[in-house]
């Protein structure tokens, strides 16, 4: 887009979708099951990364799909540790064992490694398109932004949906 004060604002308004799928979230999931509310919510994030591909430059639909996307994570992220309860009871009706330690910690240890590999995942991919801070973008360059910021997220929501 040319200006990061631009994409800011994209970021912030995230929040008016994420908001009321926090509240949404767990009111639908009563009604219709926690699993099913989850995998939804990964399916508009998907839908919402989605619409920034039709024109990844357009500020009308990065706010849009950014919007849409929030919605979406709003709804799935409200919904991570009742599912994590619900592996627990799961557990010990199975094996009569309590394990609240064990999956909280494996839980915990599961979100660090995906955030470290998450983390490193744009440095590699803005090193092989050859990004260099403070130089003019090339168009493989803007190619890895595009993947890093609405092609992979929108993938990896999709995948987590199947």
């Known amino acids: 887009m040319g200006d990061l004060a631009l994409m800011a604002g994209v970021s912030g308004v995230s929040m008016v979708g994420m908001l009321p799928g926090m509240f ?6 009563n009604k219709t099951g926690k699993k099913k509310v989850y995998t939804i919510g990964l399916a508009i994030a998907s839908v919402g990364f989605g ?3 039709l024109a990844p430059t357009s ?3 990065a706010y849009i799909g950014t919007i849409v996307a929030g919605l979406g994570g709003g709804m799935a992220s409200t919904l991570m540790y009742a599912i994590q309860a619900d592996n627990t009871l799961y557990i ?4 009569g064992k309590r394990v609240e330690a064990a999956i909280a910690s494996l839980s915990s240890f599961i979100t660090k490694v995906g955030q470290g590999v998450a983390g490193a995942i744009p440095g590699y991919v803005l ?8 130089a003019q973008l090339s168009a493989a360059s803007h ?3 595009i993947a890093c910021v609405i092609i992979m ?3 990896f929501a999709a995948l987590g949906a199947v």
């Open 92 to 95: 010990q009706h199975k094996t």
């Open 51 to 53: 619409i920034r591909i």
């Open 127 to 134: 090193a092989a398109t050859g990004f260099q801070a403070g």
């Open 153 to 155: 997220p929108a993938i």
């Open 143 to 145: 190619s890895g932004i």
């Open 24 to 29: 949404l979230g767990p009111v639908i999931a």
């Open 59 to 61: 500020l009308p639909l």
